[in-house]
């Protein structure tokens, strides 16, 4: 019976800790998106998310440590402990045997994240010229990109069905680049295009670059 309780316990403290760490992060998110990076304090996201700014500096460590791991968590939609490659999205687009479908599958997906992430991209990639803290927050994120569309590209490859002689590097920067925040911005954020556009430009253009002509 003890050994239940103890166990309820823990479960109860880690569900606490893990609320609360998602409060900061909510907090931190609407306040840069509100008042930008250097303006926010750790203090106003103390106060906005109920708890102490001594935890957050535990927590997170810095300011710009934060920002990641708000990019981490609009990025991925929520703060479950399952890496994107293991959920459901993921495996029905590795499971889909025509690679022009598996580009959609992950297009629809893309646009699903650059609507969530993007005003927190940009704001990390902007505020890196203000604050040198960011900068490497920004690097990481361009280098998990790359990190990511490598092991997609190669996916890709694996199917055999891509342009004859097409390499893995040029597959992974091409996907690195017209999933680019800054298409998004131009685009959608600054020349008004729909999500539905905006998505089947991408997967378009993806498609052209990187698989044979259609029959």
């Given at each position: 019976?003890?050994?239940?309780?103890?166990n309820?316990?823990?479960?109860t403290?880690?569900?606490?800790?893990?609320?609360?760490?998602?409060d900061?992060?909510v907090a931190?998110?609407e306040?840069?998106?509100?008042?930008?990076?250097?303006?926010?304090?750790?203090?106003?996201?103390?106060r906005r998310a109920?708890?102490s700014?001594e935890?957050i500096y535990?927590g997170?460590g810095?300011?710009a440590?934060l920002?990641?791991?708000v990019?981490?968590?609009?990025?991925?939609?929520?703060?479950?402990?399952?890496?994107?490659?293991e959920r459901p999205?993921a495996?029905?687009?590795q499971q889909?045997?025509?690679?022009r479908r598996k580009?959609?599958?992950?297009?629809?997906g893309?646009v699903?994240?650059?609507?969530?992430?993007?005003?927190?991209q940009?704001l990390?990639?902007d505020?890196?010229?203000?604050d040198?803290?960011?900068?490497?927050?920004w690097q990481?994120?361009?280098d998990e990109r790359?990190?990511?569309?490598?092991?997609?590209?190669?996916?890709?490859?694996e199917t055999?069905?891509?342009?004859?002689?097409i390499t893995?590097?040029?597959?992974?920067?091409?996907l690195?680049t017209?999933i680019?925040?800054?298409?998004y911005e131009?685009?959608v954020?600054?020349r008004?295009?729909?999500?539905?556009?905006?998505?089947d430009?991408?997967?378009?253009?993806i498609?052209?670059?990187?698989?044979?002509?259609s029959v």
């Open positions: 019976m003890a050994d239940v309780k103890r309820y316990d823990a479960s403290r880690r569900e606490r800790a893990q609320q609360r760490r998602r900061v992060v931190a998110q306040l840069f998106e509100a008042d930008g990076f250097q303006a926010t304090t750790i203090s106003a996201v103390a109920g708890v700014a935890s535990k997170f810095t300011k440590a920002a990641k791991a990019f981490d968590f609009v990025i991925a939609g929520d703060d479950e402990p399952v890496p994107i490659a999205e495996l029905a687009l889909e045997p025509d690679v580009l959609q599958l992950y297009v629809v893309l699903e994240r650059q609507q969530r992430s993007a005003r927190v940009i990390i990639r505020g890196r010229h203000g040198e803290t960011l900068r490497e927050t990481t994120l361009l790359l990190v990511g569309m490598t092991m997609f590209g190669r996916h890709l490859l055999g069905d891509l342009r004859p002689g893995l590097e040029e597959v992974a920067d091409v690195w017209y680019s925040v800054e298409l131009l685009l954020l600054l008004g295009w729909s999500a539905e556009r905006y998505g430009h991408v997967a378009a253009a498609t052209t670059a990187i698989c044979p002509p």
